[in-house]
């Protein structure tokens, strides 16, 4: 009997191979399939362009230069190896556009196509046995539309990249870099910027009114002032106009003039796709979406699950498609039934159609990939992060094919008459939303972001007395309110990743990268999860809108995701999309070199050269910011730049100082580096312990805790002490 030991090390040849991306996956393919196959992992790409050159010859229809990197030599000998000891190669690896381009330059750099193997092409959206099992039933060939695809939107991206950053470095400073969707992304958070900037409060009142039934005094509501009583909207702008509007109120009589109620149905959102994915784990979770993708790549991937063993627990993580399959519809459906009963079932499964037309319909959201396997049964199998992104996504799909939530609504208009200043009177509206059928928000109920927090005027759970037209209101008292207008929110990764997707730039694979790489350019930062142009990213983005316009521009560039889409679906030939794209491009590009003038990036500082006593001027580097001599280049003397905050180290009494490490993540530390090797990652705070006098660290919102004796206070608490103080 041959053993499967023996299959791994080749003592006996493996009749199948099959090449997938991670080791992961390859421990659960390996699992499902059986002795009979060999898993083998490529790490991802095999083969990219180089990095030392442009890699594409711009002047013989764009023809790339396609390299083994060094790290990847030695996985595609081994690959070479396993080939020569198979029958037949079957290329797992993901269902997208950068799989099947895996797939392509694995034959290509193992010239797999030209041994005489045969080569098969397996595609499953999920690994389970029967995905699986299927999959490898019906295996294709590869697919060169979506190669293509790929192959044109590398190509593309390293056009812009390497043509652009060359003009960054000797325009701007050394080590920038440009990206053709990054700096769109870069240019929407610039402009929003622009957006606060500029806005200019104006302020306004709103105005309530508690009334009550005549009989019922008890059973209070509030009505909101919005109308006079012919119907004109009716605004009010400033105080002095409150105040006789309040006057007004107080001595009108009030009157129920209209009455609606109805019932309103809640309909479930529908499963997961990548973007709306990443966005609810940013609104529930606080995940970033580099974090999101990374943990769903490990539960789509596999994790063991004791005597199930190694089990996918999603399906595909990349996906813009709504659609599920029927055999889990008819799961969820059974499963639904079981635990909350038929009232919870609606009469017919649920489809959900994207109507954007890039959606690919061949793909599935993201869902559980057995719906009886609940969160709580995996608590001991997944760590607190796994099990929470599983808890999202299954909650989500299991609400997606449950019962609508039924609300009674109430829509109550008052006239408010026989005022002396205002003959016409005033209309108020009131309006209450209850409950009535829980449906799906027993189990899942969608988070909003502020935008749509703003537009909301949901008031479910309060209640109205029960009036009717005609009925006369008691008048108990006015609320005026000042308010002012406010300016549109900075965006959060998920209001960004949705304003991306709104506007057809990037694709289910491109979101996360895109957030991370223009925080590691330093092009913005990110403040209580909001984020915010640095003053390079502002200086790169108004050299890019003002010599490159089209590349910049939202417009263009989901044009660009058009014909890549169409490229993919085999309507539009890849090599016609560059010769579109490039000419007009280069000219800019020529436009600039010539018209450009340098741009000085240094800023003053306090600090002077410790060497030649000029003043130190901050420049921004690869690494961040630095402090380098306004006399370079005779005296080249560099030091860190360093933030102070006026806080004593514990440790030695030196000064505490912010920095950022080279993978951007803020720190303090003692000014007296290296001689004091003291840092904290929280924010120091300059009131001392209450206990010991230690220094205290902020952490969360709310708190801080003593590095010396692990004393935790609030800072509201600590703040009223200091009120104390000073009066």
Known sequence: MISWGQVETGQVMASKLVIVESPAKARTL???????????????????????????????SFTPKYVVPKAKQKIVGEIKQAIGKASSVYLATDPDREGEAISWHLVQATKLDKNGRPIHRVVFHEITEDAVQQ??????????????????????????????????????????????????????IVDREREIEGFVPQEYWVMDVELAPLEEKKASFRARLFALTDGTKFDIGSRDEADRVAADLEKAEYAVKKVVTKQVARQPAPPFITSTLQQEAWHKLRFTAGRTMAIAQQLYEGLPLGKEGSVGLITYMRTDSTHVAASAISEARDFIREKYGAQFLPPKPRSFARKAKWAQEAHEAIRPTKIYRQPDQLKSFLDPAQLKLYELIWKRMTASQM????????????????????????????????????????VYSESRDEDERRESSDSAGASLPKVQIGDRLVYLGTFPEQCFTQPPPRYTEATLIKALEQK????????????????????????????????????????????????????FTAQMEEQLDEIARGKYEWIAALQEFYPPFQNMLDKAWTNLERVNMTQASEETCPKCGRPMVIRVGRFGRFLACSGYPDCKTTMPYMVRTGISCPQCGGELVKRISKKKRVFYGCSKFPKCQFTVNGKPIAQPCPDCGGLLIQYGRDWARCVACQHRVKLSEMDKQKEEVAS
């Open 135 to 188: 999959a490898f039933q019906s295996p294709r060939s590869i697919d060169m539309n979506l190669v293509n695809a790929q192959q044109a939107r590398r190509i593309l991206d390293r056009l812009v990249g390497y043509k652009l950053s060359p003009l960054l470095w000797r325009k701007v400073q050394r080590g920038l870099s440009a990206g053709r969707v990054q700096s769109v992304a870069v240019r929407m």
């Open 504 to 555: 057809g730039i990037g694709r289910p694979s491109t979101y996360a990268p895109i957030i991370s790489t223009i925080q590691d350019r330093d092009y913005v930062n990110k403040a209580e999860g909001k984020f915010r142009p640095t003053e390079l990213g502002l200086t790169v983005n108004k050299i890019l809108t003002g010599h490159f316009p089209e590349i910049v521009d939202p417009g």
């Open 403 to 442: 019962s609508a939530a039924l609300y009674d609504t109430t829509n109550v208009e008052i006239m408010a008459s026989d005022t002396e200043n205002q003959p016409q009177g005033y209309l108020l509206k009131a309006n209450s939303s209850v409950v009535k059928f829980p449906g799906f928000i027993v």
């Open 30 to 60: 390996g699992k499902i399939l059986g002795r009979s196959y060999s898993v083998k992992a490529s790490l991802g790409h095999v083969r990219d362009l180089p990095r030392s050159s442009l890699g594409v010859d711009t002047e013989k």
